[in-house]
């Protein structure tokens, strides 16, 4: 039995305002191919099929054709679960139709568990394996808000409630195992000893934590020893958690932004032999369009433009570029252009780097960027700069920022 993990789509993504239908049409079309090539019995797809949970017209008809394609394909099932950034009843609403073609859809958890427990058969009505389909787990899914209550009792709680779930349900599929076929969950979190994304660039890759603070990070030894694999969806870089080789999250297909352009993206192709676990197989998806960084002195970013190839590529390079300067030049913007002239690159983002200190907030903004056109966290973010904080306690400080927003975006 084969079964492809994948997840972190983000359909709809966004890139500094620029669109990337063609890279995700380039993907499924890709995945298809894969899912034929190694013939694939399942796929599960691990939450965040989509970047927002009203997604565009455009985004949804790209994943009903996929899904179409898979219908013509030798993958006989099909485990779609949702994320943080999908709205259940987007997901959830062609679910009947879907599971005429053996396409199972958990949009949201259920009360009645038996829901989430899909067996999976061949061709001959044999079983093959046993999954607990687990999605992105809301607060309101897993305790009941009780008045009065501290933060350490709210994330006490909540990382209460997310265990119980998977003890609950690997307590439901015991009976499996004298069937002697694998026992499978996913699931859509944070799990300690994961690598995210830099907390300055979280919101930029939509990965943003999923509960405020350290809300809901559960660890490998939290998962109940029953599942013979467990698949992740959330962090975009493929990794396994806490060195476990049946713990992984298979990674974003697509490097959703600056920080992840070092990233090898794959999806993954599981092997069970007799019922076990025996290989898994990276599959690196290709890269149709390059990220890179530059950042130096102006002299610096010169030479090193000039050295990159940007030969040979599919789509147009997208750049971010940091420029390091002692004194505000006004005409800084006008200059990487020119540098990036007749060649095959876009700048997506460029930032000024002053390496004259203690300067004010409006002189790190200068006339190169107006303040409209920064976010609310890029304007906190340069004024920490400018008042000589400690970089270290950023993440913290930018964390309670973020906090006070999402308060705000829901009064």
Request: with cysteine.
């Amino acid at each position: 039995m084969r079964i492809l993990h994948t997840a972190d789509w983000h359909i709809g993504h966004r890139l500094h305002d620029n669109e990337r239908y063609d890279e995700h049409q380039l993907f499924l079309d890709w995945l298809l191919t894969v899912i034929e090539t190694y013939e694939i019995d399942l796929l599960i797809v691990a939450g965040d099929i989509f970047d927002n949970g009203y997604p565009s017209h455009e985004s949804q008809s790209q994943y009903y054709q996929f899904l179409r394609g898979l219908a013509q394909t030798n993958c006989r099932n099909t485990i779609i679960v949702g994320g943080n950034h999908d709205y259940p009843g987007t997901l959830n609403a062609p679910r009947d139709i879907l599971e005429l073609l053996n396409i199972k859809v958990i949009g949201k958890a259920f009360r009645e568990l038996k829901y989430q427990i899909i067996p999976i058969h061949d061709s001959q009505k044999e079983l093959q394996a046993v999954v607990c389909a687990v999605p992105y787990l809301r607060d309101k899914d897993i305790r009941q808000a009780i008045v009065g209550e501290s933060y350490e009792q709210i994330e006490e709680r909540i990382k209460e409630g997310i265990i119980k779930h998977y003890q609950q349900l690997a307590e439901e599929v015991t009976s499996f195992r004298s069937t002697n076929v694998p026992i499978i969950a996913t699931g859509h979190l944070f799990a300690l000893g994961g690598e995210p994304s830099a907390p300055s660039e979280m919101r930029e890759c939509s990965e943003k934590p999923i509960h405020i603070g350290t809300l809901g990070n559960i660890s490998a030894a939290d998962f109940p020893t029953v599942f013979d694999y467990i698949a992740l969806g959330h962090l975009h870089r493929p990794q396994r958690v806490n060195q476990q080789d049946h713990i992984r999250y298979s990674g974003s297909p697509l490097p959703l932004s600056f920080s992840e352009f070092t990233d090898k993206k794959t999806v993954l192709v599981l092997e069970f032999t007799d019922n076990k676990l025996t290989e898994v197989v990276p599959v690196e998806v290709p890269q149709w369009r390059r990220l890179v960084r530059f950042r130096g002195t102006f002299e610096k970013l010169e030479k090193d433009i000039k050295d990159f190839d940007d030969s040979g590529q599919l789509m147009r390079v997208w750049a971010e570029i940091k420029v390091e300067l002692d004194y505000y030049e006004p005409n800084i913007v006008q200059k990487l252009q020119d540098l990036i002239k007749d060649r095959n690159i876009d700048i997506l983002k460029h930032q000024a780097i002053y390496t004259h200190t203690h300067l004010s907030l409006d002189e790190q903004i200068g006339l190169e960027k107006a303040l409209y056109e920064l976010s609310p966290e890029e304007i906190f973010e340069k004024k920490c700069e400018s008042e000589s904080l400690d970089p270290e306690k950023y993440p913290e400080m930018l964390q309670a920022f973020r906090e006070l927003l999402e308060d705000e975006d829901h009064s």
